[in-house]
């Protein structure tokens, strides 16, 4: 499982497939609980799982769906989490551009409508 660019720009989610846009649960690969594809469930076992290894305790959030991202702060999981979900809740007010991430959405802008 790896993390890829697209031609957005916009990181998303390839390799093996959790089947999380299709279905209403994906499975935690730390503890393979079932997990509500919400962000809020993601969220909140990110912070709560016991079996996901974190590399010192100042990772507070371990992602569910792969094996290679934790961090401290909520809202950088939130961003994360929505690349596995394919969410793109930045959207362009000028065209039909939508990423996950609003430096993209800026960045866009600045490029196409300048």
Known sequence: QQMVGDQTGDDVFSGQDTGAQNSQEVPCIHCRLLLSTSTESLLQH???????????QSYKHVCSMCDHYNTYHTSNMKTHIWKH??????????CSFECSQSQNLKRHTLIKHS
């Open 85 to 94: 979900l394919g969410l793109k809740n930045f959207k362009c007010p000028f």
């Open 46 to 56: 990110a912070r709560t799982c016991d079996t996901a290894l974190r590399p010192d």
